[in-house]
Nanobody, 123 residues
Framework: QVQLKESGGGLVQAGGSLRLSCAASGSIFRLNAMAWYRQAPGKQGKQRELVARITSTAFTNYADSVKGRFSISRDNAENTVYLQMNSLTPDDTAVYYC??????????????WGQGTQVTVSS
């Protein structure tokens, strides 16, 4: 079993910054890609939007809407992924979910989600 613990969400004014963290723990042999997704209010029935993704070799990709404002990074020693969010706008308001893919200690693949952390940007 793998657990993902997210932190860092909150309320911020437009133009401000927040840093999200997601720490993975449990029966992990290897973490592969880690990512942040988000789901905006009123869109619970729709698919979560990929915000940023980082592979085990630090290759990154971003949604067009956050390029130049958000930065994803990871600490492999701590099994933690971060999302630095700058120049936030009200359109960034959403629940942000951490996702981790990898191999468990039993060498079975896994794909886990965190419980989500709320980010609210006021205008």
């Amino acid at each position: 079993q793998v657990q993902l613990k997210e932190s860092g969400g909150g309320l911020v004014q437009a133009g401000g910054s927040l840093r999200l963290s997601c720490a993975a723990s449990g029966s992990i042999f290897r973490l592969n890609a880690m990512a942040w997704y988000r789901q905006a209010p009123g869109k619970q029935g729709k698919q979560r939007e990929l915000v940023a993704r980082i592979t085990s070799t630090a290759f990154t990709n971003y949604a067009d809407s956050v390029k130049g404002r958000f930065s994803i990074s990871r600490d492999n020693a701590e099994n933690t992924v971060y999302l630095q969010m700058n120049s936030l706008t009200p359109d960034d308001t959403a629940v942000y979910y951490c996702n981790a893919q990898g191999l468990s200690s039993l060498r079975s693949s896994f794909d886990y989600w965190g419980q989500g952390t709320q980010v609210t940007v006021s205008s």
